[in-house]
Structure formats: structure tokens, C-alpha cells
């Protein structure tokens, strides 16, 4: 699409700041006002319509992207929305461990235990980690309580949540950025613990690097908009 503004400009209104692009209200794809809910995401997101060029490309307005997902997609199911990703701690990747070598074991161990002792802490819960990749059943209170933790945010947090769950696996990891203040790099290190370990034995090739590149990219992106929403 052909760039059809000038000017970008943050408005603050009775609900929340709109982006204007020469005095007119940018609208979602639904046709929906895109409101913000605080002034820093606004101005995140009218950044990403002054930096276009010529042409909008919609690949490089990420904010902008979610955005759009969490007012025309979560906010009107936002219960169902956020059930979806609870369900995530059914079969959270920081419970299934690697049965060997060794090495591998205590890699994961490292990185993966502290994360969920801090869980642990934060809502309560328990955890039931096992080695291999049959299934087990987490505690029911566990569940309803990581279930209740997600369904306490609103639709933009959600919108940067699911991002970071589905990228990395597991729902200890997102709610770890997003409530724990963890280091994103270290989290999406130790989300990909087991694929390094594959790398070091067989290689990477171009392709699959290009693959995860994009997907750290992604998960540092869901990262940056979840600290803007909260702020």
C-alpha cells in the first residue's frame, strides 16, 4: 500500500490515545478505533507509521499488529482467548525432560527449575516434572490458578502473552516475562535449550538458522509490546 499520510500524531481521547494520521483516526482492519490503552504504547505505535516509507508494509509494524489482534480478535472473547493459552501449563516444556545425556539433563535442570520454583512462589502451585514425552497430568489447583493468572490481564497483554507462550512453549516462560520481570534473552534461551543442544551435535543450516533468528525476533518483540502495555 502506497504511504497516503504526512503527519502522525498521538491524541489522547475519553478511552485510551488514538493514533491520527493527518488528523484522521487510524482503524483496525475490523474498522474498529485503534485506541491505546496508555501514552507510551501510542507513541510506540505511531513510530511504526512515521518510519514507513514510500509504502506501508504491515511486516514491519509489529506493534501496530498486535494491536489490531488484541481489539478486533481477544477483547470480544477475551475469556475463551485467554483459556487458550492457559491451556499451555497443561503440557508446559519446562516439565518434560530430556532422559539423557547428561549434559543435556543438567542444562535443562539449570535453566528450567529456577523458573518454576519462581512460579511456584508466585501463584502457589505445584508442578509435576517428568523425563520423556509422556504425557502427565499437572494438579487441578495449579491449572485453575495459571488459568486465573491469565484471564486477569486485559486483551493487549494477552495479545503480547500468547506471542511469547506459543513462541517458546510454555506458559511459565511468558507469564515469567510478563509478571516476573525475568530477562527475556535468558528466557528465550532456555526455551531453546534442547534445539541448541541439536545444533551442537549435528550443525545448523541456513535455513533453520534464518527460522530461529525470525522466532527470537518475534519473541523480543511480544517482550518489548507486553512491557509497553503495562507501563
Not at 484522521?24 to 518510519?51: D, G, M, S
Not at 547428561?102 to 518454576?116: C, G, I, M, Q, Y
Not at 485453575?144 to 502473552?161: I, N, Y
Not at 519473541?219 to 503495562?230: D, P, Q, S, V
Amino acid at each position: 500500500m502506497k504511504r497516503f499520510y504526512k503527519n502522525v500524531s498521538v491524541v489522547p481521547g475519553e478511552t485510551g490515545y488514538e493514533i491520527q494520521l493527518d488528523d484522521r483516526p487510524v482503524r483496525t482492519p475490523a474498522r474498529a478505533p485503534l485506541t491505546l490503552p496508555n501514552a507510551r504504547l501510542a507513541e510506540a505505535i505511531a513510530e511504526e507509521w512515521r518510519a514507513q516509507g514510500d509504502t506501508v508494509d504491515p511486516r514491519s509494524m509489529p506493534f501496530t499488529g498486535l494491536a489490531n489482534g488484541a481489539i478486533d480478535q481477544i477483547a470480544p472473547q477475551s475469556d475463551s482467548f485467554a483459556a487458550g493459552i492457559a491451556r499451555y501449563g497443561e503440557s508446559d516444556l519446562l516439565c518434560y525432560r530430556a532422559e539423557g545425556p547428561a549434559e543435556l539433563v543438567a542444562r535443562e535442570a539449570a535453566a528450567w527449575d529456577p523458573l518454576l520454583d519462581w512460579a511456584r512462589r508466585r501463584y502457589d502451585v505445584t508442578f509435576r516434572v517428568t523425563q520423556g514425552i509422556i504425557p502427565v497430568d499437572q494438579p487441578a489447583e495449579t491449572l485453575e490458578r495459571l488459568a486465573a493468572a491469565v484471564a486477569a490481564f486485559d486483551p493487549f497483554t494477552l495479545a503480547g502473552l500468547s506471542a511469547l507462550v506459543t513462541l517458546s512453549g510454555s506458559l511459565v516462560c511468558g507469564l515469567a516475562v510478563v509478571e516476573g520481570g525475568h530477562d527475556g534473552d535468558a528466557i528465550w534461551t532456555a526455551a531453546e535449550i534442547d534445539e541448541a543442544w541439536e545444533i551442537e551435535q549435528w550443525g545448523e543450516d541456513a535455513e533453520a538458522a534464518a527460522r530461529s533468528a525470525r522466532r527470537r525476533d518475534e519473541f523480543a518483540m511480544a517482550r518489548a509490546f507486553c512491557e509497553l502495555t503495562r507501563a
